[in-house]
Structures are given as structure tokens and as C-alpha cells.
């Protein structure tokens, strides 16, 4: 059964830190494109970040500088890595494998 489960989202204040984690399960992670996609209330789902089977890796405009993206094979965990949050960055984030596969997505909360 493929599980892909994203944890640590939550309240945060502007400038603030969060580490999102979207472990997996079911299916060949290390085989396979990871991303982060995140909606905003009102908004399309747009792309984050997104990560190479080798570690390659791609960012929004929006984030660049900001957030990282990374893998850990072992763990079959893909991990995005959000600094100096802003207000605008309010939105609940998907993990996705290969284009295909969606978790079930993590609110974040960027607020005074």
C-alpha cells in the first residue's frame, strides 16, 4: 500500500522555522522525482521544490534562497527545509512522488 505522510507543519511567526518530513511507504523512493507543492486558500496548487532520484535539485521563484529540499534514501523520507517564513507562505503542503502519487498534505501557518 503506497503511504506517502507528511509531518511538521504548524503555527509559526513571520521570519520564523519549520521542517517539514513526508515519510513514505509502498513504492521505490529512491527511484523516483520528489516534490512539494503547497495550496493557498483560494489559490492553485503551485510547486515548491522538487528533488532528482540523484539529488538535483528545483525551486519556485517565491522560495528560492529560503527552503531546501532533501532526501534521505535510507529513510525513504524526503524532507523540505523552510527558513524566514513569510505571510504568503500560509498553505497546506503536498508531498508528491513521480507526478503521481499525493500525501495527504500539512497546514502550515505563517502568522503575528
Known amino acids: 500500500q503506497v503511504q506517502l505522510v507528511e509531518s511538521g507543519g504548524g503555527l509559526v511567526q513571520p521570519g520564523g522555522s519549520l521542517r517539514l518530513s513526508c515519510a513514505t511507504s509502498?513504492?521505490?523512493?529512491?527511484?523516483?522525482?520528489m516534490s512539494w507543492y503547497r495550496q493557498a486558500p483560494g489559490k492553485e496548487r503551485e510547486l515548491v521544490a522538487e528533488?532528482?532520484?540523484?539529488?538535483?535539485?528545483n525551486y519556485a521563484d517565491a522560495v528560492k534562497g529560503r527552503f531546501t529540499i532533501s532526501r534521505d534514501n535510507a529513510k525513504k523520507t524526503v524532507y523540505l527545509q523552510m527558513n524566514s517564513l513569510k505571510l504568503e507562505d500560509t498553505a497546506k503542503y503536498y508531498c508528491?512522488?513521480?507526478?503521481?502519487?499525493w500525501g495527504q498534505g500539512i497546514l502550515v501557518t505563517v502568522s503575528e
Open positions: 508528491n512522488a513521480g507526478f503521481t502519487l
Open positions: 528533488i532528482t532520484k540523484t539529488g538535483g535539485t
Open positions: 509502498g513504492f521505490t523512493f529512491s527511484t523516483y522525482f
